[in-house]
């Protein structure tokens, strides 16, 4: 079954300097993410998982080896074109949130559909609905310091979304809150992810996130260590814990 | 891929950089006042001192016998060495202040960038182009410096004012040299305005420079 790959990486290698030393963080990663999967990449602190993050999401650029976002080799973008690619084909959601504090709701969803050339009227009716459709249709002119983190970050996944883009990136999307609402974002999540097709890639810890994706990469020490498919996760998670799924 | 559209990215209509800028000066509004109050009080000094030269020079051309009977007792009717001296230290104390304020809005907007970091990264990775962001910045200095210059142009003038009425008398508002305080104040203003672009150059610079990465940072 021949599946469309939306973000591919090529032996990428990352090495940082600190000071003297040279830190090698990624140490050669090849990795295919198909179109309309829901994707975790797992690991531990200085795993290099989010170097690889940030690898995939046009944020960094490799020491050496390539990463290809829809087969265009992102290191050979310049700065307009990269402009161009977060903002009509990535969405971001981060762990703290990152809504613009002097704007409200409604404005900070419509401020990617501003930069991307659509009219102000258009943007604001198009934000009002991906508002109503996280559930914060009642709040649309409320700022930021008013609402709760959860609201926080539905506000965020409903600006992801903005222009309808074709790879949500995720990071850590529910480190900064609790149990229940974290639940919630990940449910939310998926929700986009059956309704769309995006794309969506989750750097996390959070071991709720295992349920919903359909593959999980584990990083430890700058490689992938495996990819554990949907199916056989139970199975994983059952070693884990010491618990028959 | 992006061959095409990328020349349909329209730039950010400055208009919404405008309201962004507008904004932020609202909500930050005590740090805006302290970066204001160095305008106000240097362009206050530079108007004042413009003023009074203004005065002065307007005084002693007017064949007023009280005037230059007041003018004499004070030692001010001649071009004198003291006053062309006393003129050149207040001259070199416009400039110094000019600089210091220079500065004082450098640190100010620089310490501004720094905060920010999350919120820059955070427009860059919704397709901000580094010129919108030097545009936010830029814009807010202007705006500080605009409203401070105008504050301080009506401050130094008013000062002035009150001490030339007490120096010389009625005479002042009789005589009152219309024309070169209008320059003087124009010149104000333009100096005030530029100062507080050119200040904020370097740090809008710095913001623009920042990666996308740096809205990711939990801690800073």
Redesign the interface.
Known sequence: MARQTVVRTENVRKVYKMGVVEVEALKGVTLEIYAGEYISIMGPSGSGK?TLF?MIGA??KPTSGRVYI?E?DVAQ?D???L??????KIG?I???F?L????SALENVM??M????MTSDDAREKAAALLDRVGLGDRLLHKPYELSGGQQQRVAVA?AMANDPAIILA?EPT?NLDLKTGTEIIELLREMNKESGVTIISATHDHKMLSVSDRVVWVRDGRVERIVNREDLHIEVGKIDGQAE | MAEREVGQQIVLPLSKAVELSAKSIKVRLGRSLITMSGIILAIAFLMSIGTSNAVLDRLRQVDDPKVQSVLQTKGLDLDSEAVREERARNTWLVVLSLLVCLVGIWNSMLMSVTERFREIGTMKCLGALDSFIIKIFLLESSFQGVVGTLVGMFLGLFLSLGMSLGTYGTAVVKYFPWVAVLRWGGLSFLIGSVLSVIAAIYPAYVAAKMEPVEAMRVDR
């Open positions: 989010t940030n944020l960094d829809d265009v973008l700065a307009y074109e402009a161009w690619l977060r903002c009509r971001y981060f762990q703290t990152n613009i504090p002097v704007m401020l990617p501003i930069f991307a050339g600006r990071d480190g």
